[in-house]
């Protein structure tokens, strides 16, 4: 399983980025699609996931901000990000859950930087 995420970049406080993350290669079996973040010295947080039944789960922080999708068809998840603030500043990386061998698979991170 590969996954490519994109979408990251430089923004100013109150702005919005859009992240994507590709998933290929033998995908059966998958169910959760999401997003994790790592900022500097501190720990690998989840931020959003989905289910293949499209139920979500966010981190406390980003609730009402930001808003995970997925399109099966596409075999891709997505995570809109409004309102960002300088604490949403971190490497985001983007992980799918193969149900079956409960396996981990995780694409390259892509950096958002959020300035005040």
């Known amino acids: 399983v590969q996954l490519q995420a994109s979408g990251g970049g430089s923004v100013q406080a109150g702005g919005s980025l859009r992240l994507s993350c590709a998933v290929s290669?033998?995908?059966?079996?998958?169910?959760?699609m999401g997003w994790y973040r790592q900022a500097p010295g501190k720990e690998r947080e989840l931020v959003a996931r989905i289910n293949s039944g499209g139920s979500t789960n966010y981190l406390n922080s980003v609730k009402g901000r930001f808003t995970i999708s997925r399109d099966n068809a596409k075999n891709s998840v997505y995570l809109q990000m409004n309102a960002l603030k300088p604490e949403d500043t971190a490497v985001y990386f983007c992980?799918?859950?193969?149900?079956?061998?409960?396996?981990?698979?995780w694409g390259q991170g892509t950096l958002v930087t959020v300035s005040s």
């Open positions: 992980y799918v859950r193969r149900s079956s061998t409960s396996t981990d698979y």
């Open positions: 290669g033998i995908i059966f079996s998958i169910n959760y």
